[in-house]
């Protein structure tokens, strides 16, 4: 090339226009743009040299060219030429083209044609030094294309502008495609209950589970990182979610609403009831009935009395809600409750296994109304064994709707006209120290009951009540009666046993402070429970045999409990045979499995949510265990709220020790919690 050729040149993808000013060794040349700015350039970094007909060109006259070809840069003149070689299949130089056009080959027209065609995405494509018309159909094609990537364009401008109306703190009103990218990132922020439940380190989840191509670009189109966390901190900025939204739920496979046909099938059922498969139903609406809950309690599934026999003995009645009186094996409310294997509770609200209509409806046992039940009658000897029971289909009107802290007031004051209170608590503690006696084992710690309402959370300590121990006594005596039943009838039911286990020696045990500490160091021994559809020993219990059978609202196995008695008791034959019955037992138990863990996981963020919205009060504490003692980490007994939970200590401390200590970090979100001792020094006179 000569010097003062003008060309055309790339720099970092950049297009701009240079004149040559010297070679720049053997292949290479020196260019100097229109900033005075020397380039060394080689060949295939020139993109178009002008044809200057002789004339050559400095720096300097580059504007003024440019500004020359500027008039001829109108990229709809292409169509046209598009359509006159299009026919033929010619293709065409960037001087042809300019003849074409403009009727002109001047440098600054063939320049001219050269950028509408080296820009051109539509109708023509380059072929060597020249340029080829696409045919009819590829036209078409491309003009699809650019169309939808203008909409996706202005779809993502408009989405733009919402979530900056959503972050704002307007309202929003989420367009069908908003959603779609909203709910992908609901899916990836999710995975942020997988780094607290397991404890990955959030580099290593993103490097394993990397973001889904919908969460990247929506986060690149906010200048945001595409981490769960940031996705969850978007959709809580953008008001989609709450702060504290759920993640453990929506991480599970836990369905929260009810399919419509279910919900169809439960109206149905309430307005025109099923047959009573149980036509010989015991009429025991003579029998006071009492049905003692927590307040907050809305499905009522157990009631008790008790009455004298003509003989003189006393017969204790456990009446259980029936919902097979609704449902059969295998209809639309079966599979759905099995399908939620049971009521979930959480802090923030219970998610039922029943719909409400009928959970909460005819399936509970409602105060004065007429109410079909299972009822266990039981007469105990005089040492607390079952030494006589019978189980019936029954009608019962309830009588008093009590709560645990009714009951207590009741025995406390000994509550005259309500004799029959009295005598259930007096056989229930003759069957709790029967229980005892055949090696039941006691553990005593309190519980935390953390409930949030409006955002306010509170967390009291269920007390292990007079009321509450009465209670569990005639649920645990149920159960073991309807377990026997089975047991004497050869019927398969889901019996709940619990291996025996190896608790420290005495001498051990006594080395240790009384009470908290003691307890959880039995706990530590004690085996999980079993399912089995043979009949088991349930060691902690200290029953030979033992089934759940008092919640068939909320739990699956106490419903699989009452399938089989009741088809027994009419003389039919057994819904589920043995193996049947194992295989729905499995898949309800990894169900439940899956609810325990969920409850847990939210209990322990809004307990730590607690501790963080209190962070200058002092709590005392006492040491309960050691979990690294090497390192002093100990698990500790807020004693105010009943919640166990890790502490660090900075000294030496014992087991058993009371400790005052403040909240130095909590954080819910990455299920963080620290303590730090508070030192209370003695003022020297």
Known sequence: ???????????????????????????????????????????????????????????????????????????????????????????????????????????????????????????????????????????????????????????????????????????????????????????YATLVADIIRMGINADVLVRTYPPPAPVLETMNMLGRSATPQTALQLLIDLSWWSPHENLFLRRSAIPVQFPNQVLEVAQENLDSPPADLDTNRVDLTHLKVYTVDDESTTEIDDGLSWET?????????????????????????????????????????????????????????VQGRICCALSFGVVLDENGGVEEYRIHPSLIKPTYRLTYEDVDEMLELGVEAEPEIAAIANLAQKRKTWRYNQGAISINMPEAMIKVKDDDISIDILDDSPSRQLVAEMMILAGEVAARYGQTHNIPLPFRGQPQPELPPEEELLQLPAGFVRFCAMRRCMPKSEMSINPVRHAGLGLDTYTQATSPIRRYSDLLTHFQLKAHLRGENLPFSAEELKEVMMTVTTTTQELTMVERQTNRYYALEYLRRHPEQVWQITVLMWLREDSNLALILLEDLGLQLPMMFRRTVCLGEQVSVKVSIADPQKDIIQFQEIIYQEAVN
């Open 1 to 187: 090339m000569e010097k003062g050729t003008l060309v055309e040149f790339k720099v970092q993808g950049d297009s701009r226009l240079g004149v040559v000013d010297r070679p720049d060794g053997k292949t290479r040349w020196f260019v100097i743009d229109a900033r005075g700015q020397s380039h060394s350039l080689a060949p295939r970094q020139i993109t178009y040299t002008v044809n200057s007909n002789g004339t050559t060109y400095k720096p300097g006259d580059i504007p003024n060219f440019l500004k020359e070809v500027q008039p001829y840069l109108d990229p709809s003149s292409l169509e046209v030429a598009w359509e006159l070689l299009v026919e033929d299949g010619e293709n065409a130089t960037s001087r042809q083209m300019a003849n074409l056009l403009f009727s002109e080959s001047e440098p600054q027209h063939c320049y001219a044609a050269h950028c509408l065609l080296s820009e051109d995405k539509l109708y023509f494509k380059q072929k060597g030094d020249a340029y080829e018309p696409r045919s009819a159909a590829q036209v078409a094609e491309r003009k699809h294309q650019i169309e939808v990537e203008a909409q996706k364009a202005k779809g993502q401008q408009e989405f733009l502008a919402r979530v900056e109306q959503a972050l704002n703190g307007d309202t929003v009103e989420w367009q069908r495609h908003d959603r779609q990218r909203l709910e992908a990132l609901e899916k």
């Open 309 to 365: 026999l003509p003989d003189g003995r006393e017969q204790l009645w456990v009446h259980i809600a029936d919902p097979t009186r609704w449902l059969i094996p295998e209809d639309e409310l079966d599979l759905e409750a099995r399908k939620r294997g049971s009521t979930v509770y959480l802090p923030t609200g219970m998610i039922p296994m029943f719909p409400e209509v009928l959970a909460t409806g005819p399936m509970s046992l």
